[in-house]
């Protein structure tokens, strides 16, 4: 079995499981999820403690038990604490607004891009920097490269939207080039 689907997933106190064949709800003090999986993953609760078990031992299946483990474990913590990621808009005269759940981002196009943000992801703007939280990581990773997509870090100046720990290899422009 995989190294990651071997390990037993700890529900903390305030979190609770509950298991129906393939289908799963964790609900916790910041929200609720649900996920359905595979019919060959099981998920065996032991007290305070979730172990992830495979029909059998094929590889296709071990890896299945990682991915669902790893599932499973983000969605407890997602209800316990929740997720956060940064974006980092760079670049001169550009700029972000919120108005609700629409993102209004001035990124060197002739027009404002406005983007919708789904329901389960909150964003709060500090500066030129979008803050987006979510308990459900997957809606908040998939969120986060949408926004990206809109304008990508280029490498000679570095403007556009980046993650906020991102490293952007700069090119030396063609002034450089010549001497």
Do not use: W
């Not at 999820?33 to 305070?48: F, H, S, T, Y």
């Not at 604490?81 to 005269?93: D, I, N, R, W, Y």
């Amino acid at each position: 079995m995989s190294r990651i689907g071997n390990k037993a997933i700890t529900v903390p106190n305030g979190v609770k499981c509950d298991i129906n064949g393939g289908h799963i709800k964790v609900t916790g003090p910041k929200g609720t999820l649900e996920r359905q999986l595979r019919p060959e993953i099981k998920i065996v609760a032991d007290g305070n403690t979730l172990l992830v078990k495979g029909a059998d031992a094929s590889k296709r299946t071990n890896a299945f038990c990682g991915m669902s483990r790893t599932l499973v474990n983000n969605m407890i913590i997602g209800t316990e604490k929740g997720f956060k990621k940064t974006l980092q808009v760079e670049g001169v005269g550009y700029k972000v607004k919120l108005a609700g759940q629409k993102l209004v981002l001035n990124v060197g196009f002739s027009n404002p891009v406005d983007f919708m943000l789904p329901d389960v992801v909150k964003a709060t703007i500090n500066g030129n920097d979008i803050v987006l939280e979510s308990i459900n990581n997957e809606q908040l990773g998939e969120t986060a490269a949408k926004i990206r997509e809109i304008r990508k870090p280029e490498p000679y100046k570095g403007k556009g939207i980046r993650y906020e720990n991102e490293y952007i290899a700069r090119k030396v422009g063609k002034a450089a080039g010549k001497k």
